[in-house]
């Protein structure tokens, strides 16, 4: 089946210690997006890409970075993990803009919770 | 102001009533509009997208009011696998979505 696929589902890092989650999708959507989520709040947009097109978010912090090697692939980098920075990390997809609004629809992969010690 | 304002509940209904509960948008350009549901520790997944004529969808209904910038979501005859949290999701025209904190429904038996 099409999906959204993160990797890993867990991650556990130590303070300061670079961590890197991947995003790979078979949607072959235009659009791919990182959303930190922590609980009990809104996914919240760190950047998206549409297409090789990098659109940073103007509150994402510089400590997270993100590449797109490919259509299918994305990675999100956290340079130096905080405490702060443990969340549940979404990776989401999009067809891309058109006259449809219905291709406004994202569809999430199962997330990478991140435990920062 | 946040862009997508919800009632975070939780509503805590018996199996078999209806709930119902709303949420406002502030982006008066907005142009899709969407009912996502979350279950704990998982990710949003796509319940129904809303339209201006509303909708409808098995036991869910949503509605939208743009004059009101609001839209609801009704759930009849629910069903204890209805619980979860219910995200707000409004999109603009640069192919991006805002979500508000999500409406919590426990269903008891």
């Known amino acids: 089946d099409a999906m959204v696929i993160q990797n890993p589902r867990y991650q556990v890092t130590q303070f300061g210690k670079p961590v890197t989650l991947s995003c790979s999708q078979t949607?072959?959507?235009?659009?791919m997006y990182w959303y930190q989520q922590k609980s009990s709040q809104a996914p919240k947009l760190l950047f998206h890409?549409?297409?090789?097109?990098?659109?940073n978010e103007a509150d994402t912090p510089d400590n997270f970075q993100s590449r797109r090697p490919n259509t299918s692939f994305c990675f999100l980098d956290i340079r130096s993990p905080g405490l702060g920075d443990a969340a549940m990390y979404l990776c989401?997809?999009?067809?891309?803009?058109?006259?449809?609004?219905?291709?406004?629809?994202?569809?999430f992969g199962p997330g990478t919770r991140l435990t920062v010690l | 102001r946040k862009e997508v304002e919800q009632d975070p509940g939780p509503f805590n209904v018996p199996e078999g009533a209806t709930v119902a509960f709303n949420c406002t948008y502030s982006?008066?350009?907005?142009?899709?509009f969407f009912w996502y549901r979350q279950d704990c520790r998982k990710e949003p997944k796509l319940l129904m997208s809303?339209?201006?004529s509303g909708n409808e969808d098995g036991r869910f209904t949503a509605q939208l009011n743009r004059a009101s910038q609001y839209i609801s979501l009704l759930i009849r005859d629910s069903k204890l696998s209805d619980s979860a949290t219910y995200l707000c999701v409004v999109g603009s025209n640069d192919y991006k979505l805002s979500f508000g904190a999500g409406t919590t429904v426990t269903v008891r038996a």
């Open positions: 982006n008066s350009a907005s142009q899709s």
């Open positions: 989401a997809t999009s067809p891309g803009p058109s006259t449809d609004t219905s291709t406004d629809t994202q569809y």
């Open positions: 890409y549409y297409d090789k097109d990098f659109n």
């Open positions: 809303v339209y201006s």
């Open positions: 949607l072959n959507h235009n659009v």
